[in-house]
């Protein structure tokens, strides 16, 4: 019997502070590899197939913020902005650990002309890429710039540059 309870208690214990301590990024991390096989989809350009398999996906986990958030990027490479919005939005209310959802949510923002709501999304991004995504810098630059503030555009601009996207180059004056 006490061999029995020294085992259970450890396990409690286990589960116990699994449970409670465990952190989103885990969480965002075990979808992202539940869903492999749709993110393969949309590597090799598969969009419509990927579409479908996050529509599955979807109705099999409905809380699910990464399925939300990789339906929501192929809508965006579809262009279909709205409902990519709509997914990236339903994505913010299961997860906010999941930083592709502001990046990608406030480019389709960008692309419909809604710069002061994009450049929310590209602040959120920057934020939760912990300031190292030369991407989020670029996207919010350019938003900078098209609200007319040119001198954090410059900004960010550089930033981007110096995380490593040497295709910001063009922009920088």
């Not at 902005?81 to 299961?94: C, G, H, L, M, W």
Request: proline fraction near 2%.
């Amino acid at each position: 019997m006490e061999a029995l309870f020294l085992f259970f208690i450890p396990l409690i214990f286990y589960v116990f502070f699994r449970v409670v301590f465990m952190n989103e990024t885990d969480v965002i991390e075990e979808d992202l590899k539940k869903f492999d096989e749709g993110q393969r989809l949309i590597e090799f350009g598969f969009i419509d197939e990927a579409v479908m398999y996050f529509d599955k996906m979807v109705k099999q986990y409905p809380k699910s913020a990464v399925a939300y958030g990789l339906r929501g990027k192929c809508h965006y490479l579809q262009n279909n902005y709205y409902t990519a919005i709509y997914n990236f939005e339903k994505a913010s209310t299961f997860s906010n650990s999941f930083p592709e959802v502001f990046l990608f949510k406030g480019i389709c923002l960008f692309k419909i002309e809604d710069y002061e709501a994009a450049l929310k999304e590209f602040n959120k991004a920057t934020w939760f890429y912990r300031e190292q995504n030369p991407i989020t810098y670029k996207w919010r630059g350019l938003t900078h710039k098209k609200l007319g503030n040119q001198e954090a555009a410059q900004k960010d601009f550089q930033r981007s540059l110096k995380l490593g996207d040497k295709d910001i180059k063009s922009f920088i004056s």
